[in-house]
């Protein structure tokens, strides 16, 4: 079975860091492409980030040069790094698998979500 | 980058009643566009993939269509179960932008 669990969210102080983390079942990490997406409190859902399995990396201009996207091989784990955080950040925070179809690109699955909250 | 406009912003309707959910581009996407659902407290779920291929396990009461800028989410006889958020999403360039979603009350 495919699946994808998250791990790692908890209250981190503006400006601190925090390390999520994504660990895979029933695919290989590597030889996808994969995204963070998240979801603030009662609103919509947001892109974030995306690690293709060239290990070219894309960010949100909201995110970018604050949140690193990476992936261990050997643990079959996606893992997204962020830094200088601020209260905007306060998010579920998804990883989902990036499927491609021909050229086209979809979302399946998705993890559960990890909640990360900034706030002092 | 791309926007996403869906209407309406939240829809009440009845179980059997046809509800169609519409998504623009701001710019054509030709047919680079995905239809999630996401019910309370659960992560979203594909429904929809390149504007009209349902999903595997997906029930055929759900369609989309469309192609360029407008797209359209079709459930043909609501179910009590499809209470949910609908989003729509583009993957035709990154940032891979979502529209705003559109909850569904019953």
């Known amino acids: 079975e495919v699946q994808l669990v998250e791990s790692g969210g908890g209250l981190v102080q503006p400006g601190g860091s925090l390390r999520v983390s994504c660990a895979a079942s029933?695919?290989?990490?590597?030889?996808?492409?994969m995204s963070w997406v998240r979801q603030a409190p009662g609103k919509g859902l947001e892109w974030v980030s995306v690690?293709?399995?060239?290990?070219?990396?894309y960010y949100a201009d909201s995110v970018k040069g604050r949140f690193t996207i990476s992936r261990d091989n050997s643990q079959n784990t996606l893992y997204l790094q962020m830094s200088s955080l601020r209260a905007e950040d306060t998010a579920v925070y998804y990883c989902?698998?990036?499927?491609?179809?021909?050229?086209?690109?979809?979302?399946?699955?998705w993890g559960q979500g990890t909640l990360v909250t900034v706030s002092s | 980058d791309i926007q996403m406009t869906q209407s309406p912003s939240s829809l009440s309707a009845s179980v059997g009643d046809r509800v169609t959910i519409t998504c623009r581009a701001s710019?054509?996407?030709?047919?680079?566009l995905n239809w999630y659902q996401q019910k309370p407290g659960k992560a979203p779920n594909l429904l929809i993939y390149?504007?009209?291929s349902l999903q595997s396990g997906v029930p055929s009461r759900f369609s989309g269509s469309g192609s360029g800028t407008d797209f359209t989410l079709t459930i043909s006889s609501l179910q009590p179960e499809d209470f949910a958020t609908y989003y729509c999403?583009?993957?035709?360039?990154?940032?891979?932008?979502f529209g705003q979603g559109t909850k569904l009350e019953i």
């Open positions: 690690l293709y399995r060239d290990y070219s990396t």
């Open positions: 390149t504007a009209s």
């Open positions: 029933g695919f290989t990490v590597s030889s996808n492409h």
């Open positions: 999403q583009q993957s035709y360039n990154t940032p891979r932008t």
């Open positions: 989902t698998r990036d499927v491609e179809s021909g050229s086209f690109l979809y979302f399946h699955p």
């Open positions: 710019q054509t996407i030709n047919s680079y």
